[in-house]
Nanobody, 116 residues
Framework: QVQLVESGGGLVQPERSLRLSCVAS????????MRWYYQAPGKERELVAA????????NYDDSVKGRFTISRDNAKNTVYLQMNSLKPEDTAVYYC?????????WGQGTQVTVSS
């Protein structure tokens, strides 16, 4: 059974940090690129960050460049999103996504709320 389980979300004050984790199972994690998406209230789901299968290449939405870092540990079947200098506009549900060609898997999402 394919599973992507996110954790690490919560309520945090502006300028603080969170680290999201997504643990994968049921497929060969090391052959999939991994992505984080977010969906803010009233908005469509959008790509936040992506990482290649070996972690050697990453890309980010302009709104998070310099603040967020995506990484992966293939030995642990886990992808991370380190979120620093958080802003209220980062508030959203964050989703883990695995991609290989036409195959996509999604996690259930974890809520991040940035508020003072």
């Amino acid at each position: 059974q394919v599973q992507l389980v996110e954790s690490g979300g919560g309520l945090v004050q502006p300028e603080r940090s969170l680290r999201l984790s997504c643990v994968a199972s049921g497929f060969t994690f090391s052959t999939y690129s991994m992505r984080w998406y977010y969906q803010a209230p009233g908005k469509e789901r959008e790509l936040v960050a992506a990482i290649s299968i070996d972690g050697g290449a990453t890309n980010y939405d302009d709104s998070v460049k310099g603040r967020f870092t995506i990484s992966r540990d293939n030995a642990k079947n886990t992808v991370y999103l380190q979120m620093n200098s958080l802003k209220p506009e980062d508030t959203a549900v964050y989703y883990c996504n695995a991609l290989r060609g036409a195959v996509r898997y999604w996690g259930q999402g974890t809520q991040v709320t940035v508020s003072s």
